[in-house]
């Protein structure tokens, strides 16, 4: 049975809202951007890690439903994305912790311990989601998509082959 072509699409535009929204909303709370200020950046990225899971699970979701539809295309597509924005992430979260250690200095004494916890949960965070896009880009790059289960044809009686052979005697 073929899955509804009606609901695999209203599927990826859900997934695909899932990704870009939160993306966007984040977007515009650290616009402008100023990449050359530290404290933006330190900043930038510990709200990235705050809003990664909706668009993680966009992801699941389109690679779900490409497995069932059994779409190689999308599904490489998607992992390839997986794969870059995981080597990004990795990218963002070394230069987090670089912008940290910068950042540091300025900070009142008082707010230094509550500042390292938030970082070593928005690095948790980051590097769980590394990982979650490290097995999406794998699934996206998975071998086939469907187990093939050959259906076995039941035998006609007249193509059947008999337990005694035709003409044989039974005292052989």
């Known amino acids: 049975m073929e ?5 695999a699409r209203a599927g990826y535009v859900l997934a695909a809202l899932l990704i870009i929204i939160p993306l966007f909303d984040a977007t515009m709370q650290v616009w402008p951007l100023r990449l050359s200020d530290e404290r933006w950046r330190f900043g930038a990225v510990g709200q990235l890690s705050n809003l990664l899971l909706i668009p993680l699970l966009g992801f699941l979701l389109i690679i779900t439903i490409a497995t069932l539809r059994d779409s190689r295309r999308v599904k490489r597509v998607i992992g390839a994305i997986c794969a870059i924005l995981g080597v ?13 250690f910068q950042a540091r200095t300025i900070i009142t004494p008082k707010f230094q311990h509550a500042i390292a916890v938030a970082t070593t949960t928005a690095m948790v965070k980051n ?24 259906k076995v044809a039941p035998a006609s009686e007249s193509s059947a082959t008999p ?5 044989a005697s039974r005292a052989e």
């Open 3 to 7: 899955p509804n072509k009606h609901l």
């Open 88 to 100: 990004v992430l990795a990218i963002l979260s070394v230069l987090f912790i670089l912008d940290y």
């Open 127 to 150: 590097v769980l989601s590394i990982v979650i896009l490290a097995l999406l880009s794998r699934a996206g790059f998975a071998g086939p998509n469907t187990t093939v289960v050959k």
């Open 163 to 167: 337990l005694i052979p035709l003409g």
